[in-house]
């Protein structure tokens, strides 16, 4: 008999001792020998926000694993390539999300030394993942569970995609132009170096217009598993949807990376759902949503829109579009080319002001694209 994927949830809150105690039971539950080990423990950083708006991996859960591993006589690096890419964003967005000064000298510039590795994928063939991915004897991935709106959910296989190194990250957008490509895309990344340890930062989750803008969610849970696909499998569930209906799953299942069916996966506990949790303005619900957002996503889409009185022309939406769709004339606020947009919503994540929405969504094929 084939063992199940074995997934914990722990009731904790944003406190010492109670986030210790969850990171004692996820070691005694998954045993890691860490005695001389090299470790790399990757948070999500994003676009760098303070702890209180639940866009990163909140800095207590980081330095209680940090705490751990040390103890246990690893030797520990900590840092992710946010979203935001260029000199000293990666020390100012960790800073800002005070992961590196509560890791201290553990923390580590990811974007530093890339390494082109190749990936088996038509779309993307290679791809710069930082170094110390690579080379890591352990890696240790604190995911946090948020809503968003390409791949409707990003948790645990998601913040994988932040190996990769500053702008490559649009390369690959630009390269995989349709949700399901991307999501192909993802998957043959997370599989470069599947992380041997995940735990999530579910204490407070994000519903919504995530992964930067959505709202807040007291959830009070610590997820954790050393298979990062069926953990995604149960937060997917927790927050009321089918594991099947998040395309980046469905494909990591497919290819035997993780199981995703619940009769599959061992749980400490039973999921609970969590009451109307809001998925993303970009998510069709229902059997007619798996239909249209597996087959038809590449015609059916929302697109980004400024709104102007929150806009400060900073210019940043523009710089990580990765197909130039958004452009902004001197003295004017940005625009996407609803022709050249593939939907990806960088540029939606990456603005500081909130000031773009998803709306009307469109029927791609009607305005001629060939993707
Ligand atoms: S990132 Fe946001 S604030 Fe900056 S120009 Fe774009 S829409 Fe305006
Ligand atoms: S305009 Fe926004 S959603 Fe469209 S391709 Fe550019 S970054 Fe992606």
Same mark, same amino acid.
């Given at each position: 008999?084939? @063992?199940?994927?074995?997934? *914990?949830?722990?009731?904790?809150? +944003?406190?010492?001792?109670?986030?210790?105690?969850?990171?004692? @039971?996820?070691?005694?539950?998954?045993?890691?020998?860490?005695?001389?080990?090299?470790?790399?423990?990757?948070? /999500?950083?994003?676009?760098?926000?303070?702890? !209180?708006?639940?866009?990163?991996?909140?800095?207590?859960?980081?330095?209680?694993? %940090?705490?751990?591993?040390k103890a246990q006589g690893a030797k520990v690096m900590v840092g992710d390539n946010p979203g935001v890419f260029g000199y000293g964003r990666s020390e100012k967005a960790a800073e800002t999300a005070r992961i590196s000064g509560a890791v201290g000298d553990a923390f580590v510039h990811l974007g530093q030394s890339p390494?082109?590795?190749?990936?088996?994928?038509?779309?993307?063939?290679?791809?710069?993942?930082?170094? !110390?991915?690579?080379?890591?004897?352990?890696?240790?991935?604190?995911?946090?569970?948020?809503?968003?709106?390409?791949?409707? +959910?990003?948790?645990? %296989?998601?913040?994988?995609?932040? +190996?990769?190194?500053?702008?490559?990250?649009?390369?690959?957008?630009?390269?995989?132009?349709?949700?399901?490509?991307?999501?192909?895309?993802?998957?043959?990344?997370?599989?470069?170096?599947?992380?041997?340890?995940?735990?999530?930062?579910?204490?407070?989750?994000?519903?919504? /217009?995530?992964?930067?803008?959505?709202?807040?969610?007291? &959830?009070?849970?610590?997820? @954790?598993?050393?298979?990062?696909?069926?953990?995604?499998?149960?937060?997917?569930?927790?927050?009321?949807?089918?594991?099947?209906?998040?395309?980046?799953?469905?494909? @990591?299942?497919?290819?035997?990376?993780?199981?995703?069916?619940?009769?599959?996966?061992?749980?400490?506990?039973?999921?609970?759902?969590?009451?109307?949790?809001?998925?993303? &303005?970009?998510?069709?619900?229902?059997? *007619?949503?798996?239909?249209?957002?597996?087959?038809?996503?590449?015609?059916?889409?929302?697109?980004p829109q400024i709104q102007e009185d929150k806009c400060k022309q900073c210019g940043l939406c523009v710089k990580h579009c990765p197909t130039k769709a958004m452009t902004m004339a001197k003295k004017s606020y940005p625009k996407a080319d609803k022709n050249v947009c593939i939907n990806c919503y960088c540029c939606q !994540? *990456?603005?500081? !002001?909130?000031?773009? %929405?998803?709306?009307?969504?469109?029927?791609?094929?009607?305005?001629?694209?060939?993707?």
């Open positions: 008999m084939i @063992a199940k994927n074995r997934v *914990m949830i722990l009731d904790a809150a +944003y406190d010492e001792e109670s986030l210790k105690d969850a990171v004692e @039971a996820v070691f005694r539950e998954f045993p890691l020998d860490m005695e001389g080990k090299t470790v790399l423990v990757k948070p /999500n950083i994003l676009a760098g926000e303070p702890p !209180e708006k639940g866009v990163t991996t909140h800095p207590m859960l980081v330095k209680a694993v %940090v705490d751990k591993l390494v082109k590795t190749s990936l088996p994928s038509q779309d993307v063939p290679c791809v710069m993942i930082s170094n !110390e991915v690579l080379t890591a004897d352990l890696v240790i991935n604190l995911p946090k569970l948020k809503t968003h709106g390409l791949t409707f +959910y990003t948790g645990a %296989v998601k913040n994988t995609f932040g +190996y990769v190194v500053g702008g490559d990250k649009m390369r690959v957008h630009s390269q995989a132009v349709t949700p399901k490509r991307f999501s192909q895309a993802l998957v043959d990344i997370f599989s470069v170096r599947p992380p041997d340890l995940t735990i999530m930062d579910a204490v407070v989750a994000m519903e919504g /217009n995530g992964p930067h803008h959505g709202s807040l969610r007291n &959830v009070g849970k610590i997820l @954790a598993s050393n298979n990062a696909v069926s953990l995604d499998a149960v937060a997917v569930t927790m927050i009321g949807g089918n594991p099947r209906s998040i395309l980046h799953l469905d494909i @990591a299942a497919e290819k035997g990376l993780g199981a995703i069916d619940l009769d599959q996966i061992s749980l400490n506990t039973e999921i609970v759902p969590i009451p109307d949790f809001k998925m993303p &303005v970009t998510f069709i619900p229902g059997v *007619m949503g798996m239909i249209l957002n597996r087959f038809l996503s590449k015609w059916i889409n929302c697109l !994540e *990456m603005c500081p !002001e909130d000031a773009i %929405v998803l709306k009307g969504r469109t029927l791609n094929f009607i305005r001629g694209s060939s993707r």
